[in-house]
């Protein structure tokens, strides 16, 4: 009944566009984790819709939108996101937020700033405010939705700021007033007060009518806080466990768990990156793919798949199925190279490591492809695509041992093999 659509990378692995398809049966889509650092573009109709905290469910007519309790809502930007759909004329009135979501506050974004700013081993953050925020959520001083409803909103806030404004005072920066927040936050609460409500009790409720949902993830598994390259990651847990925790629904309702991946990779930020092409094969990549950030505009490092590190993503999550796209760029090379061990001092194993120094002492083993694929945007089976990509995607599914569920073939909406 739940399905879930997962990043087994590095994240920008198009989950977008999986969920698009999937969402189109769904009665509910949910949004678990992560914030305003995640972002994908939809085309429909020859519009873009950029979503970042929205879940894309919503551009279906009738599908209920949800935010989990486990996301971190920026609500200035949620609200410029509700007003340019409803500018679109997407109806909006099946968008619900959990009173249990936590609020980023100015004071989350400046800090995100600060740190890495004073970081020597800088982490590449999206600056949004997303580490600082769930920070606060941890250590119990955070500010949930439903407090900026509660009489104690005005003091949580002057609490906050005055213990922040210490640490901004410190290094230099610019302080915080708490008055002006609480004044802001109030505008926005009013805005998004009939959008609240209890979203576990509501999911459960649409479990009991057996009604379709699916959990978009954000970001991706290797970008987990916990089974992630740590420290070069998000903070929160984009893996399985952060869609079960971040929604309320348990692992008993789960249906198909889907790992989406590019048949290249990239990755924004810094951190170990085994298989990245810091040369004129990643350059080529990141043109043929328009690998640069929906969310900062940064242009991605990009590489070769690395099925080590995919390998570790099917078994962390419990993967059923593979979503695998842009199959149509990685197409357009002549050669194509996928790292199918680690070669360990010696040793060469698919064991995959988030310790950046044993990552450090490992070089990729590669097996080499055919490219040229040719144009197979309108392929619509498996069984019809060139043999170069057959056997290259042959190899993935044959080395992770997880059924290939979903083939991107273009950059439009149909341009996708569904597996039968
Ligand atoms: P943060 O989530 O802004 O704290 O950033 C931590 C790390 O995760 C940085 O390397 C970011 O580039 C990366 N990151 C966060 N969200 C995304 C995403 O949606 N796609 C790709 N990378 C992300």
């Given at each position: ?30 949004r678990c984790t992560g914030g305003n650092n995640a972002g994908h573009t939809i085309n429909v109709n020859g519009k873009k819709f950029a979503f970042h905290l929205i879940p894309s469910g ?166 987990d806080i916990d089974l992630g390259s740590y420290p070069y990651v998000t903070s929160s847990n984009p893996t399985i466990g952060g869609i079960c925790s971040g929604s309320g629904i348990g ?170």
């Amino acid at each position: 009944m739940v399905d879930v659509v997962i990043g087994t990378f590095f994240g920008d692995e198009g989950k977008g566009k999986i969920i698009d398809f999937l969402s189109q049966n769904a009665k509910v889509s949910v949004r678990c984790t992560g914030g305003n650092n995640a972002g994908h573009t939809i085309n429909v109709n020859g519009k873009k819709f950029a979503f970042h905290l929205i879940p894309s469910g919503i551009l279906n007519k009738g599908t209920k939108a949800i935010i989990g309790n486990g996301v971190v809502v920026n609500p200035k930007v949620l609200i410029e996101e509700l007003e340019n759909l409803k500018a679109n004329n997407i109806d909006i009135s099946n968008f619900y937020i959990s009173d249990k979501a936590q609020v980023i506050m100015p004071y989350h974004v400046a800090m995100d700033e600060l740190q890495e700013d004073i970081r020597e081993n800088k982490i590449g953050t999206t600056k949004r405010g997303i580490g600082p925020s769930y920070c606060d959520k941890i250590d119990r001083s955070g500010i949930r939705i439903e407090d900026l409803y509660s009489k104690n909103f005005e003091s949580l806030v002057r609490e906050n700021v005055k213990s922040k404004n210490v640490i901004f005072k410190n290094y230099g920066y610019k302080t915080f007033n708490s008055e002006e927040i609480i004044k802001e936050y109030k505008e926005y609460a009013e805005y998004l007060k009939s959008y609240v409500t209890d979203t576990v009790s509501m999911l459960h409720e649409s479990i009991e009518k057996k009604e379709k949902i699916l959990c978009e993830g954000a970001q991706a598994t290797l970008l987990d806080i916990d089974l992630g390259s740590y420290p070069y990651v998000t903070s929160s847990n984009p893996t399985i466990g952060g869609i079960c925790s971040g929604s309320g629904i348990g692992a008993k309702y789960l249906g198909e768990v889907y790992g989406v991946l590019k048949a290249y990779s990239s990755r924004v930020g810094e951190g170990p990156y085994i298989t990245e092409q810091n040369n004129e094969i990643g350059d080529t990549i990141r043109e043929l793919g328009h690998e640069y950030g929906t969310t900062t505009k940064r242009p991605r490092r990009c590489g070769w798949l690395d099925l080590v590190a995919l390998k570790y993503s099917c078994m962390v999550n419990g993967l059923t199925g593979l979503a695998v796209n842009h199959v149509d760029t990685i197409g357009k090379l002549d050669k194509i190279k996928l790292c199918v061990a680690y070669n360990h001092n010696g040793d060469i194993n698919m064991k995959y490591s988030t310790n950046a120094e044993y990552i450090a002492n490992c070089s990729p083993v590669y097996e080499e492809f055919e490219g040229n694929f040719g144009d197979i945007s309108k392929i619509k089976r498996r069984e019809d695509l060139p043999e170069n990509a057959k056997k290259y995607l042959n190899r993935i599914e044959e080395l992770v041992g997880v059924p290939i569920k979903f083939i991107g073939t273009g950059a439009d909406r149909e341009d996708m093999i569904v597996v039968e």
